[in-house]
């Protein structure tokens, strides 16, 4: 099973007939840029293309009145004035004679997402759409959203395919208020949060916008979105306070967190409602331009591919997941393989390999000398832009000794910071510079120990749960934090990371250094290992990590532990996990 993408082009025909300063950036290049992006970066091709379909009333009706759905359809209709008249009845909204069939195809195209993830069709989706839909209402347009396209997909994923538990998470520069009331006040939608045994099923929502002091559109200054019906609403949101702050990780690992807490409960579908995603086009500017108050930078190209590595996790959700979305981009990888030059006596890359690897006597015998040569080789081609990403083999003996050429060779030809995540018996090397250029986490140390603000060490967590919040909580804000350029990761001897969980660490580290990773391993590794690490460095969804469980109290204690010697030194480490109900 692949990846679907539904699209339409009749998408891109509703726009702004008047002069309107607060609407006029909801236009169609909107729509195209996304899609123009995806072609650019060869992600089309690799989909099965799925043409949107109209949503019918009766299934618009799943969370719409039938009123507004008759007023919209009127819409067809009108002429300019009555449209801008009736438009301006609404908040942050224009009507065109196209918007009811537009609306309807954004509307089914989530629709159609939902039925071929659920019928096994295809594993995943991105679904390309306008209008957009998370701030519509049951009886109102809101936002430039006429139809609330992912509230009305779950609806349907309850009533036609007998789902109980669905996950929705919102990922704007807005808050979606349009999905939260829907969810909590109107048990006839079947998304009731509040009321789960009125309805018979239950929704967790979760939203990540991002605000100053929430200062904007649609909340006005408030602090905290409004407040669900009841105290047994399965709901968060996360916010953090400016553009380029630390917060990003605490919000996911507050979703992490609600989600593990429920994982024997939980299944069966995620709907990801992605509006604005800042290292592709955005929706929510003219032409792709980013909005000014989305975070930017690294932090939110973390937090970008972080939901579709985290989230996609089936021990959190077991069934396969959906992505309804505007847009969503991925940085192409390519594994290479060396020539047979390395083991030539007398040729250039057998000579400089020779001289990294005198002064470390585990690196004498002729097969780590080889496998030196062909990690060199690998990240010569990393370093120069001729791939992305790659895996090397090294002998359990010679280890360390590769891994420490692997970072002098990266810090002198072209690295300027290097992150390194080493896992088992890898220490870091005595002699390495300390001048800020290398940040080197070492877990499954023997205690939690900050020898420095770039030397951490932490025993390797025990429990899944634990694995989960040490990433999030303490290794990849770090990351983010120090912004690398170039990524090591390296399983040493006694690393003891089963492969779903290196699949996952080394996922969510594809978002730094411009994607470019190279993992280390050792040559005795399972096939399995490689396999799985080649599939994630290639884009791929790291496989489930299996049954959900909470972190030990060891291991919030070490976490916690470090964070509080780290938190002074490091911005995206004064944040600390919370959800807010």
Request: charged share 15%.
């Amino acid at each position: 099973m692949g990846t679907a993408l539904v699209y339409h082009e009749d998408m891109t025909a509703t726009r702004l007939l008047w002069d309107d300063p607060e609407c006029e950036i909801e236009r169609p290049e909107r729509l195209t840029a996304a899609l123009d992006r995806l072609r650019q970066r060869g992600l089309e091709q690799r989909c099965l293309r799925l043409s949107a379909r109209e949503a019918s009333e009766e299934e618009l009706g799943l969370v719409h009145s039938p009123e507004y759905v008759s007023l919209v359809r009127e819409t067809q209709v009108l002429g300019k004035e009555e449209l801008q008249a009736l438009s301006g009845q609404f908040d942050a909204i224009y009507f065109h004679p196209s918007t009811f069939h537009c609306a309807r195809l954004a509307a089914g195209a989530g629709l159609q997402l939902v039925d071929a993830v659920l019928t096994g069709a295809v594993q995943n989706g991105l679904a390309l759409v306008r209008p957009p839909g998370h701030h519509s209402q049951r009886a109102a347009a809101n936002g430039f959203c006429v139809f609330n396209n992912v509230a009305i997909a779950a609806a349907h994923a309850k009533q036609k395919h007998g789902l109980h538990r669905i996950l929705v998470v919102d990922w704007d520069v807005h808050h979606g208020q349009g999905i939260q009331y829907l969810f909590e006040d109107d048990p006839s939608s079947g998304c009731s949060l509040g009321c789960p045994a009125r309805s018979g099923w239950e929704t967790l929502t979760t939203w990540l916008p991002s605000c100053t002091c929430c200062s904007h559109w649609p909340l006005r200054g408030k602090c905290r979105p409004r407040q669900s019906a009841s105290p047994t609403s399965h709901s968060c949101c996360r916010c953090w306070p400016a553009a380029g702050s630390a917060p990003c990780w605490s919000a996911l690992e507050s979703i992490r967190s609600a989600r593990a807490a429920q994982a024997p409960h939980w299944k069966s579908l995620q709907l990801q409602d992605v509006t604005a995603v800042p290292m592709s086009p955005s929706s929510h500017s003219p032409e792709g331009r980013p909005p000014p108050l989305l975070p930017g930078g690294p932090v939110c190209k973390a937090a970008a591919s972080a939901p579709s590595s985290l989230l996609d996790q089936p021990c959190l959700c077991p069934a396969p997941s959906v992505r309804t979305a505007v847009a969503l981009t991925a940085p192409d990888i390519t594994l290479v393989l060396p020539p047979d030059v390395i083991q030539q006596e007398g040729s250039a890359l057998r000579e400089e390999t020779e001289a990294w690897a005198r002064p470390h006597e585990s690196l004498a015998r002729e097969e780590a000398l080889t496998a030196l040569g062909k990690l060199l080789y690998l990240l010569d081609g990393m370093l120069d832009g001729q791939v992305n990403s790659g895996i090397a083999a090294t002998p359990a003996s010679a280890a360390a000794a590769t891994l420490d050429v692997a970072v002098r060779r990266g810090l002198s030809h072209g690295a300027q910071r290097l992150l390194c995540v080493a896992l088992g018996q890898l220490d870091r090397p005595p002699d390495l510079a300390h001048d800020g250029r290398s940040l080197w986490l070492n877990i499954r140390g023997k205690e939690a120990a900050a020898l420095s603000m770039f030397h951490v060490s932490t025993p390797l967590p025990v429990m899944t749960g634990g694995f989960l919040s040490c990433i999030l909580g303490l290794v990849l804000p770090l990351a983010y934090g120090f912004q690398p350029d170039l990524v090591l990761v390296a399983l040493g001897p006694g690393h003891g990371l089963q492969g779903p969980h290196a699949a996952l660490l080394a996922a969510m580290l594809r978002g730094l250094a411009g994607g470019r990773v190279l993992a280390l391993l050792e040559e005795d590794s399972t096939p399995q290992l490689a396999g799985i690490l080649a599939r994630v460095l290639n884009g791929e969804a790291p496989p489930s990590l299996g049954p959900s469980s909470v972190a030990s109290p060891e291991d919030v204690q070490a976490l916690m532990y470090l964070r509080g010697q780290l938190e002074p030194q490091w911005k995206m480490l004064q944040c600390h996990p919370h959800l807010v109900a």
